[in-house]
Structures are given as C-alpha cells and as structure tokens.
C-alpha cells in the first residue's frame, strides 16, 4: 500500500524499513508533522502513517479524506489527537498500535521517580563541576511510602509490579480494577482518597474529555504537602499553570514530566539554539526538583520493533480487508 509517513525521524525510518521487507509496503517518509500546512503532501496516499504530535482535527481529516486517503495509522496507543467522530463520518479507518512495550514506559515513571527522589540529575552537574557536597541532596526510602496509580491498565500494571519490588504500599484508583493488581496487594480506592492519601502520584490513564485537567487546582488542595507528582501519560492530564503555583508553594515537592499539554511543537526537536517561545515550559525548566524528558518513556529497542512490525500489519490487514484487532472504534471513547 502507498503510504506516507509522517513525523519520520532517522530511527522510525530505521525500524520500518527494516521490517517492511516482510510486508512490502511503498512507504514515503516525511519530516514533517501533519498539520494544515502539510496535508497536502499526503495528496494521492491511501495510507497516512503519524505519531502522538500530528494533528488530526476534522479539516485535516477531511483534507484527506477529499485526496483519496482512507486508513489512518496511528504509531502509538493514546489516540487523543485524533477527532474519532470526523474520522468515522468521513468513513477513514484508524489503527494503532495498543500494546507495544508497557514496560518501556512502567521502567521510565520509576526512572523519574528515583531520579527525582535521589536528585540524580543534580547530583551529577555538581559532581562534573568538582563540587562533591551533599547539600541539599536527601533524598527518601521508597520502602513504605504509599503510591498512587491512577489507571492501571497495561502500563500502569506494570508499574504495580515494579514499585511492589520497592515495598510501597500501593493505592490505585480505575474505573476498571485489575484482578492482578488486586493480587499484588494493589487497594483500589477513589480518585479522592488516592490523591489525599498517596506520597508519590503517577498518571497512567489516557487522556479523554473526562480527564482533561484531572490534576487541577482543587485536586492539589487536598494532596500531601510535598507530594510527588509524575505524569507519563499525556500532558493535558495535568493543568500545568496550576501544578506551577503549587510547586512555588511547596504543596507540590517534586514534578516529574515526560509529557506536557503543549509540547506538539517543542518535544522531539532539537531546539538548543533556539529560544523558548512557551513562558510556561519556560518556567517549568527554572525548578530544581522538577524533570522534563521530552515523551521518551517508550523510547526504547523493543518498543520501537514492535511498533514498526504492527503498524505495518495493520496496513497490511487494512489492505487485506481482514478484520484488524487494532482498529479504533467509537465505543472505545465512548467506554
Ligand atoms: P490502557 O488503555 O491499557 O490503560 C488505561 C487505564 O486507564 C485503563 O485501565 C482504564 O480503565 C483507566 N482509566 C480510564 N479513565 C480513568 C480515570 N478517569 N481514572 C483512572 N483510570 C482511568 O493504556 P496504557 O497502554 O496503560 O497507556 C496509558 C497511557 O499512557 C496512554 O493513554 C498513553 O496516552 C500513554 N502513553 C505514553 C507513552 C510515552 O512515551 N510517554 C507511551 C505509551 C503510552
């Protein structure tokens, strides 16, 4: 199938080309994000291939539609960007790629947590500087402290399983409790309960209308003072102009990000010589216990395999008729 590639960096086309040997796609990569003044390159494309940042809003979708696009595949899981309701009436598929390594994303959260905990990042500047004090530097046990999950479904389950190695107590909060996060010894209580109650919070849960700023003003009136805060999920979970105020406050003690609600035209590009337009991402970067990474949770070998190997296999069943496990409906948004 023709299909053009958005958002391609050097590594999306390593992994693709190199798995497209068993499908034999015709795939064109584009650096470019999808955008109004992109679309145009995917003119004539039955298939357009994009990731987290490319928009797909209904004139976009439409755009394509017109030029003889009908298969959208997503190269991730979260499908946030996507306006499901103009894809359907507008008759396009859209596949992602659900499950492509949990793990990759579970093992950067407790990254940050740790790195945050034990001020790894700070710690290592001071030391390359030959200042070898330990001012300012303590950290805490993670053995005993409670951790909230929020969302426990294929990444938040594995986060579970890793923190239960550290002898945490685990609260959890999900519509849809796990039986195997329930026999880890995992207690799930509401969202409320969670957020008053847990040392360490962790965002797993996808982004949707009814968790668009879960993480707000009211929420962090009522968490620990100190608390520490990670989101690897999607940025707009959190309301960051309000977890700002709070990290000036110290109700917030310790930010760990690898998403933020504006990144689409800062995350992924090299920007060192180049100023900073975002105040708020600006001013973010001023904290000294806050970590941004820029979404490389699921930056990893496997995770890049296998997200090569079923977007391809997608394509193929979309090409194929055949039913396609991955396919994005409207009762998956709906619940
Ligand atoms: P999943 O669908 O397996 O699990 C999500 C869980 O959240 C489900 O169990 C669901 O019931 C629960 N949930 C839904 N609404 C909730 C709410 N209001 N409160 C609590 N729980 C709620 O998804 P996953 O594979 O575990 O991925 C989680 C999120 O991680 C994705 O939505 C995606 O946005 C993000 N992600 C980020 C990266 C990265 O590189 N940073 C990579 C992959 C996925």
Redesign the pocket.
Known sequence: MNVAVFSTKSFDRMFLQEHNSSYGHSLVFFEDRLTEHSVSLAAGFEAVCVF?NDRLNRQILTTLSDNGTRLIALR???F?NVDLPAADELGLTVVRV???S?H??AE?TVALIMALNRKVCRANSRVREGNFSLEGLLGFELCGRTVGI????????VVAKILKGFECALL?????P?PECESLGVSYVS?ERLSAQSDIITL?????P??YH?INDEVISRMKAGVMLIN???GALIDTKAVIEALKSGKIGYLGL??YEEEADVFFEDLSDKIIHDDVLARLLTFPNVIVTG?????TQT?LENIAKTTLSNITDFEKSQPCPNQITLELIR?
Not at 150 to 157: A, H, L, N, P, Q
């Open positions: 987290a991730c899981a979260g946030n659900p499950e492509y949990p990759a994303v950067h929020v969302g426990t479904g294929r990444i938040g389950k959890a909060s999900d519509p849809f796990s969202f797993h849960c996808p982004l949707m009814h968790t879960l690897t999920s999607r690898d998403v979404h490389q949770a699921f930056f995770a619940g």
